[in-house]
């Protein structure tokens, strides 16, 4: 096979955090499965998510586009897969695609998967156990447990190949998605044993505005008995109660974790019993961060940092040497031009992502960006009530805006807050505990970051999000 015509094989989770893979520095759990495509390839320490929930980021990781292009701006509003996507393009230049698990972007008719030879998909979220699995031909049930399922079906396609043709294989996860049901072959990691409390979990939010004062994802008040396996004790006073509740969360989310670390290093097996791993590109990611008790919180949408950063790992020997890194900026749109490039497709001008394809040479070009757009859509949805935002991140600091209000998008409340800021100096301040919007010694700092964020909105097309500009 020409190295210009490789294999994707690309394992997408779902909410797992880069904080929770022991190749990105945690001392949670080792994963040393996951740490081989790091230890092999390329770790990327500066991913991020342009809309930190599930279907949108799908969305844009398949178009290589943002939210308010792809028409994916909310868990409310589905995919019209009709539109170009990398799984499309490769197909058509000859590749044979499989996507096996979570879709989690509608379905029937223009919803439903296209520019794949096969798919089958979990319905909704899907379940744990026992997946019902949606097909073009129908569904099916399939006994076990979901992770190694999806695996199974993964590793049955690869045997099944034509040797003839490259193939692009989408393995996209449930996990470790709430409500984070193990496998009965990790029930028991982490009994007797005490996980480590992050820094935060008692952050009282004294340093930011409404949105992180009224949020509803706090792990010693909104998880409820389905999530924590069990009743909550009574009578038990602070900060017990969060405590008890952080270990029986994280300890259930560490394990569906296991779980995709060890069916992960099945399927790298599978790759060398095959004698394919020269010839495939191996990439790792989630569909954006998650709170582990960081914050007081579980759940994701915020423009904080464990919710904006994803994981991103890439294998492929022809061209990425072993055990790099590097701390460019990245996000979710990039990842379908660089799919297509390391395959030997142009790239159409509707993508609105940048190919990875240098950074894994080992090249960081001149002109590569120095900070990225955000933008959060679903307003005060009505379980975990954060307020639409949008914001930039750079190196070294980050300014969010809550905008204060819905604009009518499916799944965004109507009701409106006030608008406010934040700024972060993520040098001085990484845990992003202290806005200094409104510290006079950031004034030039604030003026130059809006003015970078009114840019990047131009730059990607988005619409306006507030009124007349106020004096800074």
Same mark, same amino acid.
């Given at each position: 096979?020409?190295?210009?015509?490789?294999?994707?094989?690309?394992?997408?989770?779902?909410?797992?955090?880069?904080?929770?893979?022991?190749?990105?520095?945690?001392?949670?759990?080792?994963?040393?499965?996951?740490?081989?495509?790091?230890?092999? %390839?390329?770790?990327?320490?500066?991913?991020?998510?342009?809309?930190?929930?599930?279907?949108?980021?799908?969305?844009?990781?398949?178009?290589?586009?943002?939210?308010?292009?792809?028409?994916?701006?909310?868990?409310?509003?589905?995919?019209?897969?009709?539109?170009?996507?990398?799984?499309?393009?490769?197909?058509?230049?000859?590749?044979?695609?499989?996507?096996?698990?979570?879709?989690?972007?509608?379905? %029937?008719?223009?919803?439903?998967?296209?520019?794949?030879?096969?798919?089958?998909?979990?319905? &909704?979220?899907?379940?744990?156990?026992?997946?019902?699995?949606?097909?073009?031909?129908?569904?099916?049930?399939?006994?076990?447990?979901?992770?190694?399922?999806?695996?199974?079906?993964?590793?049955?396609?690869?045997?099944?190949?034509?040797?003839?043709?490259?193939?692009?294989?989408?393995?996209?996860?449930?996990?470790?998605?709430?409500?984070?049901?193990?496998?009965?072959?990790?029930? %028991?990691?982490?009994?007797?044993?005490?996980?480590?409390?992050?820094?935060?979990?008692?952050?009282?939010?004294?340093?930011?505005?409404?949105?992180?004062?009224?949020?509803?994802?706090?792990?010693?008040?909104?998880?409820?008995?389905?999530?924590?396996?069990?009743?909550?004790?009574?009578?038990?006073?602070?900060?017990?109660?969060?405590?008890?509740?952080?270990?029986?969360?994280?300890?259930?989310?560490?394990?569906?974790?296991?779980?995709?670390?060890?069916?992960?290093?099945?399927?790298?097996?599978?790759?060398?019993?095959?004698?394919?791993?020269?010839?495939?590109?191996?990439?790792?990611?989630?569909?954006?961060?998650?709170?582990?008790?960081?914050?007081?919180?579980?759940?994701?949408?915020?423009?904080?940092?464990?919710?904006?950063?994803?994981?991103?790992?890439?294998?492929?020997?022809?061209?990425?040497?072993?055990?790099?890194?590097?701390?460019?900026?990245?996000?979710?749109?990039?990842?379908?031009?660089?799919?297509?490039?390391?395959?030997?497709?142009?790239?159409?001008?509707?993508?609105?992502?940048?190919?990875?394809?240098?950074?894994?040479?080992?090249?960081?070009?001149?002109?590569?960006?120095?900070?990225?757009?955000?933008?959060?859509?679903?307003?005060?949805?009505?379980?975990?009530?954060?307020?639409?935002?949008?914001?930039?991140?750079?190196?070294?600091?980050?300014?969010?805006?809550?905008?204060?209000?819905?604009?009518?998008?499916?799944?965004?409340?109507?009701?409106?807050?006030?608008?406010?800021?934040?700024?972060?100096?993520?040098?001085?301040?990484?845990?992003?505990?202290?806005?200094?919007? &409104?510290?006079?010694?950031?004034?030039?700092?604030?003026?130059?970051?809006?003015?970078?964020?009114?840019?990047?909105?131009?730059?990607?097309?988005?619409?306006?999000?507030?009124?007349?500009?106020?004096?800074?």
């Amino acid at each position: 096979m020409s190295e210009h015509r490789p294999n994707l094989v690309f394992v997408l989770t779902d909410d797992h955090a880069a904080h929770a893979i022991s190749a990105y520095g945690s001392e949670l759990m080792p994963t040393p499965q996951l740490d081989r495509i790091a230890v092999e %390839g390329m770790r990327f320490d500066a991913t991020f998510c342009t809309n930190a929930l599930c279907a949108p980021s799908r969305a844009s990781i398949l178009t290589g586009t943002y939210s308010h292009v792809n028409g994916v701006r909310t868990l409310s509003t589905h995919f019209d897969a009709r539109q170009p996507t990398f799984p499309q393009l490769l197909r058509d230049a000859g590749y044979q695609n499989w996507l096996i698990g979570k879709w989690h972007l509608g379905h %029937g008719g223009e919803h439903d998967p296209h520019g794949f030879d096969s798919w089958e998909i979990l319905e &909704d979220q899907g379940e744990y156990w026992n997946p019902e699995l949606l097909g073009a031909t129908g569904r099916r049930t399939v006994n076990g447990y979901t992770t190694t399922v999806l695996t199974d079906l993964a590793l049955e396609r690869i045997a099944r190949r034509d040797p003839d043709r490259p193939f692009c294989l989408l393995l996209w996860h449930k996990a470790p998605h709430r409500s984070w049901d193990p496998d009965v072959a990790h029930l %028991g990691l982490f009994d007797g044993v005490d996980v480590p409390e992050p820094p935060t979990l008692f952050d009282d939010y004294g340093g930011r505005g409404r949105a992180a004062h009224e949020a509803r994802m706090r792990v010693g008040r909104d998880l409820n008995e389905r999530d924590l396996k069990a009743p909550w004790p009574a009578g038990l006073p602070e900060p017990e109660r969060t405590r008890w509740a952080y270990q029986s969360y994280i300890k259930d989310y560490l394990r569906c974790v296991a779980s995709i670390d060890d069916n992960t290093g099945r399927l790298l097996d599978a790759l060398d019993e095959h004698d394919l791993a020269a010839d495939t590109v191996v990439a790792y990611s989630s569909d954006q961060g998650f709170f582990l008790g960081d914050h007081g919180w579980y759940d994701k949408r915020f423009m904080y940092e464990e919710s904006l950063r994803m994981p991103l790992m890439v294998r492929y020997p022809r061209e990425v040497a072993p055990g790099m890194s590097t701390d460019a900026i990245a996000t979710n749109v990039d990842f379908a031009p660089t799919f297509l490039d390391l395959a030997g497709v142009p790239v159409p001008p509707r993508m609105q992502g940048r190919s990875l394809r240098p950074l894994l040479r080992g090249e960081r070009p001149a002109d590569w960006r120095t900070s990225m757009y955000y933008r959060y859509w679903e307003h005060l949805d009505g379980s975990h009530h954060v307020p639409a935002h949008v914001g930039v991140r750079t190196a070294t600091h980050k300014l969010v805006h809550y905008i204060g209000e819905g604009f009518g998008v499916p799944g965004a409340s109507a009701d409106r807050t006030e608008p406010e800021w934040e700024l972060f100096d993520l040098v001085a301040d990484p845990a992003e505990l202290t806005s200094r919007y &409104d510290d006079p010694a950031y004034a030039g700092v604030r003026r130059e970051l809006r003015d970078e964020l009114e840019r990047l909105r131009r730059d990607v097309g988005d619409e306006p999000w507030a009124g007349p500009r106020q004096d800074v």
